[in-house]
């Protein structure tokens, strides 16, 4: 197949549906949101659920520049955020909250970043929608809200492809 001119919200669409396939996650533990590392209402049962943000993007001037809207490329970001409900190691330590299997903040941040570093987002014709694989640019420090007891990280992604304005 080829790649195809697409638009941000098939991009963040596309994401939202890897990452529930590849973590077997329902619609109620991986959604879109618009601000990454807030604390949600946490949804019944699991380890653990996602939010999915979209984030800045930067276009291509010079691509433009004769190009018009036909070299439209936005080099685009979204942030994924990993949230657990768990109860905080006694005294200061995070054990628990940084290394626990299920829910441990670390090993959800490689479940992310194993279902979307060095992967296309297809169509359903199976035509790339990307530039470039997605590509992970920036991580955040887990953060713990002691109130609500909920760990939460982030990780940034690269969604770099051309603009379907048609």
């Known amino acids: 197949m080829s790649r195809i001119d ?31 590392l807030v604390d949600p209402p946490v949804p019944k049962g699991g380890d653990y659920f996602l939010t999915v943000s979209p984030g800045d993007g930067r ?3 010079g691509m433009q520049v004769g190009g018009g ?17 768990i109860v905080l190691d006694p005294g ?3 054990t628990q909250i940084l290394h626990k299997v299920s829910r441990g903040m670390l090993p959800i941040k490689k479940l992310i970043l194993g279902s979307l570093v060095g992967h296309d987002l297809l ?8 530039r470039a694989y997605l590509y ?31």
């Not at 169509?123 to 990307?130: A, E, F, I, M, V």
């Open 92 to 94: 200061d330590r995070a």
């Open 136 to 166: 992970a640019i920036q991580s955040w420090r887990p953060r713990y809200n002691k109130d609500s007891k909920i760990a939460m990280i982030a990780v940034g992604f690269g969604t770099d492809y051309d603009w379907d304005l048609s």
């Open 123 to 130: 169509d359903g014709d199976g035509n790339s929608l990307l």
């Open 59 to 61: 276009f291509d001037e």
């Open 6 to 36: 697409t638009t941000e919200d098939i991009v963040l669409t596309r994401i939202v549906a890897r990452l529930r396939s590849e973590l077997t996650l329902p619609d109620h533990r991986c959604y879109e949101t618009l601000e990454p």
């Open 69 to 85: 809207a036909d070299q439209l490329m936005e080099m685009s970001s979204v942030t994924v955020t990993a949230y657990s409900k």
